[in-house]
């Protein structure tokens, strides 16, 4: 089994007026790239994992679309919720809903053999531009102890993987608590999105004291999932 990750795919089958063209032509057609290179990539039983930002729809019934065509294509699927998967609302009834061959990660871990996969969705990080104190700290804070509780449901015997959202480090680099508590845990890989267009530049990428940072919104990847073991 390999290990491969690709996040922010932005599916909208039911949704209208969700195009993701204002971020740049490589957006043109991304849907029937995205499948191309996923088929061409990914064998039965490879694990994908998906952090986030995976359908624009609004609601979990109109959601299942884009579910469905993400279960029609090769290997084992691991999902993570986005800032803009407001569709996912209660984790029980999302687990009862998806397709098979799909799983659901909010806050702890599953393991796959000799791989564990854990994560949370992460926040705006007091070191990047645009965080409000009086808006966000809450939340921040609120997503480190989700951090932790997935850090403690890691297996001790198997290589470990974190799945976030937002980026753990700022925009210039820097490192938040989100790296911190990484860095006590036993955890290989991080894979995260969030960021498209200009913010690209600003992410992240390359070993920290042990931990292999993998920035993997679809865009910068060209749509490609990247192999993460």
């Known amino acids: 089994m390999r290990v491969f990750a690709i996040g922010d795919v932005h599916l909208s089958q039911q949704t209208q007026n969700k195009s993701m063209d204002k971020f740049g032509p490589s957006w043109e057609n991304h849907v029937q790239k995205l499948c191309d290179a996923w088929q061409a990539e990914i064998a039965?039983?490879?694990l994908v994992l998906i952090p986030g930002d995976i359908s624009w729809a609004m609601s979990l019934g109109a959601a299942m679309a884009d579910l469905e065509l993400l279960a029609s294509l090769n290997g084992q699927k691991v999902l993570l919720r986005g800032n803009h998967d407001y569709w996912w609302s209660s984790y029980q009834k999302v687990l009862d809903s998806l397709p098979s061959g799909m799983y659901a990660i909010q806050n702890n871990a599953l393991r796959f053999a000799n791989i564990a996969i854990g994560g949370t969705r992460g926040w705006l990080l007091p070191e990047s531009s645009g965080y409000s104190e009086k808006k966000d700290a809450k939340i921040y804070a609120?997503?480190?102890d989700r951090l932790g509780l997935t850090l403690s449901a890691l297996p001790r015997d198997t290589e470990n993987i974190i799945m976030l959202h937002y980026p753990p480090f700022s925009d210039k680099g820097q490192p938040s608590q989100f790296v911190d508590l990484l860095e006590q845990a036993p955890v290989s890989h991080v894979v995260y999105g969030h960021l498209h267009g200009r913010g690209h530049s600003g992410a992240f990428e390359g070993v920290r004291n042990g931990i292999t940072y993998h920035f993997?919104?679809?865009?910068y990847l060209s749509f490609i999932p990247k192999r993460i073991l």
């Open 44 to 46: 039965s039983d490879d």
């Open 142 to 144: 609120r997503e480190l």
């Open 216 to 219: 993997v919104s679809s865009d």
